[in-house]
């Protein structure tokens, strides 16, 4: 009876291994049984002496290639080969020696802990692993060590966690950023005579906001010329911050100085630098220089490493350089006002400029003809005083809009130019006229007292406080008049029939002249003439019929029209009859 054999792996000698004997009680001694095998090697791996039963390996077995293998026995008659007895299964089991390192996950294990950690501070964990038998003495029980990376790090010799060992003075990514630590796992516990890998953890210190930025120099100095626009570029200036990233993000503001309202600071993002620029314009003939004083600090402090008045100050000299400007206007634009029926040579107001230098250049003015293109005005070049040149009339042009220039005698590339609005205030000089061309009827069964017609008039003038017009008869028109006018005070009149019933063959049209006074200083006014026919109506006053020319009216037709339009007819009529 057998059931399980042991072999020692790695066998070195240059025999064959015995392993063990394989007996059946039906072995009698006497040569009669002989001994068969088979499963797993049976063969090759694994032979029996057929006679004695002795099992033997024929080469070195590596119990981490394959820890056992099951095999089968058997005893035959040794004349006639039947079995004697049924198959025995066994298996042969490899012992297992020391004979493989520890070896690690990763070649190369990365990581980061940030800087000024305290001792102990967790930074990674290594895994090594050993195919020697766990269950067998200590082939398989591992402890780590450190080998290289003191006394910065420290590992735990049973899990392989790492952690920092020294203090946070101590660990300073500006001093140094960059370790390489080498950690071995050694088996039989770490005891002498045990197997040992290596694995390499490159470690950084990552940055916290420890250092706050600090400027370059003391006091910075800049030139800019006077007439430089506001918001141009005057300056960078540079503070630097030993930290990286976010923690190395500053702000800039100006915080003293005579020149507050005049300069602002921003940040470059990108750089980190500050940018000074021009909020107001600059005027070297008023100040030649200003000082500030600037303050850099972080944009993001960490109050655990730097307190909320980590800041450093510098000061800046800006001086103004001294340009040749063009004559300034006293005023942005100029409006001006004069009547329409000023005289021409009248005067109707100046404009001023003054070279803004310290030289103060004489200044000459002159009017860009462009425009004004009718020479409508002039200016006198000493004095910049405004004269008119051609009569005005507000009722064409109610505004001009010209261009002063001034110019310096003695740089005359030194040009400025300023705008003048010229307002022409009205003056009562023209008659108030009949808005439209009125032409209506009369029924001939009219009453007397009736409205037939409502008038109203236009004026091209503007009063102050708006027209105010008056109607009336004119003296020709009131002789045995036959219509009334009536004001309505509300700029319009009505015409009134002063007799009942016209008759229309006695008389078809009749003509009234009406007088529209403006009732302004000096008064004006016209005469305007209203063509009244005289129709056929239903008793509901609706038109049925008029003479030619009435109806001419109607239609929009005047009488030398619709003759025209009847002699067209009959040489029509006389072409197709042959007459």
Known sequence: MWRQFFLQEEYTGTEHQYIGKLHSDMDRGDGTVMYVLAGEGAGTIFVIDSNSGDLHATRSLDREEKPFYTLRAQVVNKKNGLPLEPETEFTVKLHDINDNEP??????????????????????????????????????KLAYSISQGHPYFSVEPNTGIIRTALGPSDMDREQREHYQVVIEAKDMAGQRGGLTGTTTVNISLTDVNDNPPRFTQSIYQFSVPEITKVGSLVGRIRAVDADVGRNAEMDYTVVNGDGLDVFDISTDRNTQEGILSLKKPLDYEKKKSYMLQIQVQNTHP????????????????????????PPQFEKINYILEVKEDAAVGTVIGSVSAVDPDILR??????????????????????NGSIFLQRPLDREEFAWHNISVIATEFNNPEQTSRVPVYIRVLDVNDNPPMLASFYETFVCENAKAGQKIQTISAV????????????????????????????????NTAGIFTRRTGFGRMHKSTHLVAVVISDGHIPMQSSTGTLTIRVCTCDRDGNMEMCNAEALSSTTGLSTGALVAILLCILILLCKYSNC
């Open 459 to 490: 004026d091209p003038d503007d009063p102050v406080g708006g027209h105010r017009f008056l109607f009336s008869l004119a003296p020709e028109s009131s002789v045995r008049a036959n219509f009334s006018v009536r004001d309505n005070g509300d």
């Open 103 to 140: 070896k690690f996950d990763k070649e190369v294990y990365t990581a980061s802990v940030p800087e000024r950690s305290h001792i102990g501070t967790y930074v990674t964990q290594v895994t090594a692993h050993d195919a020697d038998d766990e269950m067998f003495g200590y082939s398989a």
């Open 361 to 382: 250049s004489p200044v000459k003015y002159s009017i860009d003809r462009h425009t004004d293109v009718d020479r409508i005005f002039g200016v006198y070049a000493g």
């Open 302 to 325: 960490d109050t655990q490493f730097l307190s909320m008045d980590a800041k450093d100050i510098a000061n800046i000299r800006v001086s103004v350089e001294d340009v040749d400007e």
